[in-house]
């Protein structure tokens, strides 16, 4: 089943409990949370705190995706903080069969993102064990970019992988993707789409999130 798991990193900031309460009503199947440390990506972002405060706003999954540099050390801290979802970059991690073994000892579910010029290749051996990869559709770290369009071929490798192995993987595709181009990526073999700009464009949380889903 197809699920929408949009990105807070487009919201109002000054009334994130808000939005985060309006993408459940409207009919947002997760909350993706970006964090991002200024150092893996040329950008600063939501923390742990952040995530605590918002945690109560709503029951949707917390899919949060960590673009930062030795994310291990912090896994703990963001399980305790209410993510159900924690995701690592195959690029940041110099461990990352320990570090996706160690998110699901914490009884959180574990994804493996990759930038658009990283080879699926490189995860290939994790993807049986993975609850989630990510395939990065732009270069991380800012919302509003173009979708990347050979990202297509990395989304149909990974379902391959996934149809062989792990049939169950949610394969999340996060950059660019709006309702134009929404249909070819599920296409592809993308069963959760990620989009920022695309839902909180003019404010128009509810029609946006219909016109992405009648887009499946």
Known sequence: MMKLSPSILSADFSNLGKAVEELERYG??????????????????????????????????????????????????????????????????????????????????????????????????LIPIVDMVLVMSVNPGFGGQKYIQYCNEKIKEVKKISDAYNKSLMIQVDGGVDKNNIKEIVNCGANVIVAGSAVFKNNEIEKNIRGLKEGF
Not at 37 to 56: E, L, Q, T, Y
Not at 64 to 72: G, K, R, Y
């Open 28 to 125: 947002a199947d997760m909350v993706h949370i970006d964090v991002m440390d200024g150092a893996f990506v040329p950008n600063i972002s939501f923390g742990i705190p952040v995530i605590k405060s918002i945690r109560k706003c709503t029951k949707l999954t917390f899919d949060v995706h960590l673009m930062i540099e030795d994310p291990a050390r912090y896994v703990e801290d963001f399980a305790l903080a209410g993510a159900d979802i924690i995701t690592i970059h195959a690029e940041a991690d110099k461990h990352l069969d320990r570090t996706v073994n160690y998110i699901k000892g914490l009884g959180v579910k574990a994804g493996i993102a990759i930038n658009p010029a990283t080879p699926v290749e490189s995860i290939k051996h």
